[in-house]
């Protein structure tokens, strides 16, 4: 057995959800991962996409309110190995409640994924696994900057505020963080409690990791891999979802 197979045989992935946010710039009734598309809430969507790799052998779910009946409503109808847990207050803090547990139930690896992106691609989620269970600094999804980037400077020439180009930025070397995010289930616990849950610098696992020195690697990830963040991001969602139910309706 090469190295490679033989680290991924020895290890047990196991992937963590923050579900607990209240999309505050969504500005919806419900929280935007409770949102439903073809029968399912965002969050069905996230958990079912996680669980397409069969390397991840259980999901831990982080939510407000473990107990609330339309939590309950959606346990009723998982078919999937989910554990519901209670977020926090910040994003870091419902990953960390997640992780804790991973580790506590034996895993070696965790996979922290975002409810809010429901439509991660088989083969991106199977990439960022191969990577993340063998190298020792992780590994996270990332889509390198397509467009031009311009720093952006408040002008009151006009009288009134308005925005400005100061400066073009290079993009040669830069990518947007996606999740899924695979690391080491210690090492990132160890990393969040080092960096601090309200650091407001920590804005995804893979910046607690660079916080201890270390440099995860970029996987090529996918546009279908949006977080839905405002009420367009969901339009675009909504209509992938809905044409895969179709599609799998069709038999196609
Ligand atoms: N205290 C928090 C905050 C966020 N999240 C989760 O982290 C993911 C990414 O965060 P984001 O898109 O910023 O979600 P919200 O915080 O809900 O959105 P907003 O910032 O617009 O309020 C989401 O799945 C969200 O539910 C979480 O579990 N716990
Ligand atoms: C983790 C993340 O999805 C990487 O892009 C993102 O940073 C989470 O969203 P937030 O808006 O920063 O909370």
Redesign the pocket.
């Known amino acids: 057995m090469d190295n490679q197979v033989e680290s991924q045989v020895n290890n047990a992935l196991m992937a963590v959800i923050?579900?607990?946010?209240?999309?505050?710039?969504?500005q919806t009734d419900v929280?935007?991962?409770f949102l439903t598309v073809a029968g399912k809430t965002l969050l069905e969507h996230s958990i079912d996409a996680v669980c397409q790799d069969p390397r991840v052998q259980k999901v831990f779910v982080?939510v407000s309110d473990p107990d609330a009946e339309f939590i309950d409503d959606i346990k009723k109808r998982q078919s999937l190995p989910v554990a519901w847990l209670k977020?926090?207050?910040?994003?870091a803090?419902?990953v960390l409640a997640g992780v804790r547990a991973a580790v506590s139930q034996g895993a070696t690896h965790v996979l922290v994924h975002?409810?809010?992106r429901p439509c991660l691609p088989e083969p991106a989620l199977k990439r960022v696994i191969d990577t993340g269970l063998f190298d020792p600094q992780g590994a996270i999804l990332a889509i390198p900057v397509r467009d031009s980037l311009k720093r952006s400077l408040i002008s009151t020439e006009s009288g009134k505020g308005s925005v400005h180009i100061e400066s073009s930025v290079e993009r040669e070397a830069l990518w947007q963080a996606q999740t899924p995010q695979v690391f080491s289930a210690e090492k990132l616990q160890h990393a969040i409690e080092h960096m601090g849950t309200q650091n407001p610098q920590l804005t995804d696992e893979a910046s607690a990791m660079q916080w201890c020195g270390f440099q995860p690697a970029l996987i090529t990830g996918s546009i279908r891999n949006l977080?839905v963040?405002h009420r367009e991001d969901f339009d675009c969602v909504r209509d992938w979802l809905l044409a895969k139910d179709n599609n799998k309706e069709n038999g196609s």
């Open positions: 923050p579900a607990a946010g209240n999309g505050s710039r969504m929280p935007k991962q982080a977020g926090g207050s910040s994003r803090e419902s975002d409810a809010a977080k963040t």
